[in-house]
DNA sequence: AATCAATGTCCGCTATAATGTACAAGTGAT
DNA sequence: ATCACTTGTACATTATAGCGGACATTGATT
C-alpha cells in the first residue's frame, strides 16, 4: 500500500526552513530533557532555531494547553494536554498494568532492580523502573534517554532492523561510550544478531563499573520487540545467579508477550 | 516583564488556512476523543478538514512517534511519545501521589466514589477517580470531556473568571443539559460566585437522576481553584451525610491545596 | 456489468508561516 | 555613564505548507 521513505526520524537538521510541527516537537522533546521550565529564548539558543520562530511557536503551543506557563518569568513547561493526550494511549496500549505485575514479580524473585525499556525514537529509555530490596545509585533514570549502544537492552531492541537499517538508526556519535572509546558498530550488530538468537543479551555495564546487566526481549503479535525486561545487579551477584536471574526474566517477559495490550512497533 | 496578549484560547474557526500545529492537535484531540484507532481519511471527515491535509499531517506525526500504526488497515492512533511526554508532565508536577492519597483517604472515610477533576480547555474532566465501596454505573468516565455547567465542579473550576469571561470561555451550546435544559447562564454565574464563596458545591446530578454531587477546589498557590475533589454518592447517602462528606473533602483539599506540586493556573 | 461510496495518492496554486533583522527595555559589570 | 548581554516585540520577505481537485483502487450494491 505504502512504504515510507523511511526518513530516519530524524529531524533532518540541514533544512534550510524547518516546518513549524517538526520545530514544536522538538521543542516539547527538549522541555522533557531539561525537566524544567525555561524560557523562550533559552529554548531557541539552545535547539538552535530563530528566536522568532520559537516565540510563535511557544504561543501557538500555550494557546492549546500543550505547553503551560510555569516556574514565573515567562517560562514554560510541557502542559496539561500533554498528560492527558498519555493517559490516553497509556489507556489504549494498557500494558501498564501487566508491566507493573511483571516487575513487581522479578523484584520479588530477585531483590535486584529491574526495568521495562523501550525505544523512543532512536535512543533507548526506561519506561518503568522497580528499585531492588537493597537500592543503589542506577545510572539511568526513569524518561532518561541514553544512547543505544550503551545498553543490553539495546541489543534486542534494534534486531528487527537490517544491518544497514542499524547504522542508518544510530546517530553516528553514540557508538562512542561514556569512556570515551568507540564500539565498532560491526561488533554491536554481531551482539544484536547474537542477543536477538538467543533472546537474551548480559553485560557488565558500560555507563557504570559495578553493575551487571541482563536484557530479554518483549515480543509483540509480530514476534517482534516492542521493549526489554532488564534487570540491574551488583556483578558478584550478577555473575552467581545469572542462570536464576535469566529464567526469572524470561518468564516474565513470556507473560508479557505477544499480549494485545503491548503497542505494536510501526514499519 | 510582560504580559501575553491573552489570546482567548480559541482555536479561531473561521480562519481560511487552517494553521498545521491547530489541525494537528485537533487531529490528536479527535483520537483520544474517539479511543480508538482510526483512519486518516475518516479523521479527515469527521473533523471535518481537507483530507490531503490530514493525510500530510499524519504522515508528520508518525514520523514523529506522536501517532503510531495501530489497529491494521493504515488506522492510526496516540503514539509513544505522547505517553512519554505526559510522564514528564506527570514527573514535574507531581501530583498525581498526593491526589491518590487524598481520593484514597476519602474513599475509605466515606465508602463512596470520589474523583480528581480538572479543566481540559473549555471542558471538565475527570482526571483520577476511585471507586466507592459498591461501585455503581458512573456517568462520566475518567478522561472523558464533559460540558462545564452540567458538574458540580464546573462551578468551581471557572471561578476565577470574571463573569464575560465565563460566558466567552464555555461554549454556548454547552449551557444545553443532557435532558434537553437551557441552563442560564446567569443562574450559572450565580451559582459560581456562590459556590466559591462556600468552598463548595452539591447538587443532585444533572447527568444521572440518581446520584448527588459534592464538589470542593483544589487551590493553587495563588489561591485559584485549578482542580476539585468530589464525591458521588446516591442521592439518600448524600442527604444523610451531607456535612460529613463535606468535611471529608475539605480536609483532603486543604492538604492538597497549596502544594508546589499542584500544576499552576496559566493566565 | 455497471454504479456508487470509501480510501489513498499526486500535483499545481497561493495564502501564509518560518525566518531574518531591527528595535526596545531591562540587567549587570566596568 | 557606558558597554555588553539577555530577553521580548514588530515587521517585511519569500519559501512552502495547506488546500482543492483530479485520478486510481478497491469493494459493496444494484
Chains 1, 2 share one sequence.
Not at 68 to 87: H, N, Q, S
Not at 94 to 113: N, S, V, Y
Not at 243 to 256: T, V
Amino acid at each position: 500500500m505504502e512504504t515510507r521513505p523511511l526518513d530516519t526520524a530524524a529531524p533532518t537538521s540541514t533544512a534550510k526552513r524547518a516546518r513549524g510541527l517538526d520545530r514544536a516537537f522538538e521543542i516539547l522533546d527538549f522541555l522533557r530533557d531539561q525537566k524544567s521550565p525555561m524560557r523562550p529564548n533559552e529554548i531557541a539558543v539552545q535547539i538552535g532555531a530563530p528566536r522568532s520562530s520559537v516565540y510563535e511557536l511557544v504561543n501557538l503551543l500555550l494557546r492549546n494547553e500543550i505547553l503551560e506557563l510555569a516556574g514565573g518569568d515567562g517560562r514554560v513547561f510541557l502542559g496539561r494536554k500533554l498528560y492527558f493526550l498519555g493517559a490516553a494511549y497509556e489507556e489504549q496500549f494498557d500494558f501498564t498494568r501487566e508491566c507493573e505485575a511483571a516487575l513487581e514479580m522479578i523484584a520479588h524473585e530477585t531483590r535486584e532492580t529491574s526495568q521495562f525499556c523501550m525505544l523512543d525514537g532512536n535512543k533507548y529509555i526506561v519506561v518503568r523502573m522497580k528499585e531492588g530490596a537493597r537500592p543503589f545509585r542506577i545510572s539511568s533514570d526513569v524518561g532518561q534517554s541514553v544512547p543505544i549502544p550503551w545498553t543490553a537492552s539495546g541489543r534486542l531492541l534494534v534486531a528487527h532492523l537490517s544491518d544497514q537499517e542499524i547504522i542508518d538508526f544510530i546517530p553516528p556519535q553514540d557508538f562512542q561510550l561514556p569512556n570515551g572509546e568507540w564500539l565498532e558498530p560491526a561488533v554491536f550488530i554481531r551482539e544484536v544478531r547474537e542477543a536477538w538468537l538467543k533472546g537474551e543479551f548480559t553485560f557488565d555495564s558500560i555507563v557504570d563499573s559495578f553493575t551487571h546487566c541482563f536484557a530479554v526481549p518483549v515480543l509483540d503479535a509480530n514476534r517482534r520487540c516492542v521493549a526489554t525486561l532488564c534487570l540491574v545487579a551488583p556483578r558478584e551477584d550478577g555473575i552467581e545467579n545469572r542462570e536464576e536471574y535469566l529464567l526469572c526474566l524470561k518468564r516474565a517477559s513470556q507473560r508479557l508477550s505477544g499480549q494485545t495490550s503491548v503497542p505494536p512497533l510501526s514499519r
